[in-house]
């Protein structure tokens, strides 16, 4: 199966792919991740990246596709994509990359958190600096000052700064929100509010998988 989970910043998406993947056997593979490392190993894409995720906008599409193109080719068992595609160039690229292999998108999935709830919760998430699990202040699991999973220490992200969340709402607006027409008009499209608490989101999404698979 090859899914998609798009949303604003802060909808949940890492949260939701980190409950969903070993239970659908599924590799995650989250592009912001896969640039936070970049920059944090120093490679030349890092270094080029760098100033776009601290300013809050779109990393070129050059960068991005050079860091991808490779995974998605080798993860022949399935994969969640978690930040990618971003805008309508991506998504076409996405679909040309599947489709040289025959392969298709199955579904997209579409957090829907209104823009109140966002800024709430970046404001108060934290990060593991070790295994790149999410928490949040005012979560029970990170109630300690280490990650409850591998004992690193949490850190803040520098684009979790109010003027910068504000910058990465404008620009998913601008360019990632009409992906969401892009995949309503092929039929894959399923909008998920995410307004409940993880557990239950993730609930939902299973019951929803699991009807699909049974039409
Ligand atoms: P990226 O890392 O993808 O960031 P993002 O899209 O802004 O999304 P976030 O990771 O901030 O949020 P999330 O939806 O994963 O939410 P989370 O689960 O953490 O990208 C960062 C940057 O990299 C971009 O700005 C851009 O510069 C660049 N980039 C990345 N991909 C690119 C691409 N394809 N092209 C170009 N540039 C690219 O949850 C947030 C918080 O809420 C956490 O604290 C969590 O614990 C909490 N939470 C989650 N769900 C719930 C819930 N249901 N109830 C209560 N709290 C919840
Ligand atoms: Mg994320």
């Known amino acids: 199966m090859y899914l998609v989970i798009l949303g604003a910043p802060g909808a949940g998406k ?76 991506q998504g076409r690229k996405l679909d040309e990359i599947l489709s040289r292999e025959n392969r298709k998108l199955d579904l997209v999935l579409n957090l829907d958190v209104k823009e109140s709830v966002i800024i709430e919760r970046l404001g108060t998430r ?26 690193a220490s ?6 979790d700064k109010p003027e910068i969340i504000k910058e990465r709402l404008k620009t998913y607006l601008e360019h990632t929100r009409p992906l969401i027409n892009y995949y309503r008009k092929k039929g894959i499209l399923h909008n998920v509010g995410g307004a409940q608490s993880p557990v239950e989101i993730t609930r939902e999404i299973l019951n929803f998988l699991n009807k699909k698979e049974n039409t």
């Open 154 to 159: 949490f850190f803040q992200r520098d684009d």
């Open 14 to 89: 890492g949260t939701q792919v980190e409950g969903l993947k070993d239970k659908l056997g599924l590799v995650h593979i989250a592009t912001g991740d896969l640039l936070r490392e970049a920059v944090r190993e120093r490679t030349l894409l890092g270094q080029r990246a760098e100033k776009f995720i601290t300013q809050g906008r779109l990393v070129p599409d050059d960068i991005v596709l050079e860091l991808l193109e490779d995974k998605i080719g080798k993860e022949k068992d399935g994969f969640i994509l978690d930040g990618f595609p971003r805008n309508l160039f």
């Open 126 to 151: 934290l990060v593991c600096s070790s295994c790149d699990r999410t928490y949040n202040q005012e979560n029970s699991a990170a109630s300690g000052n280490t990650c409850p999973v591998c004992g």
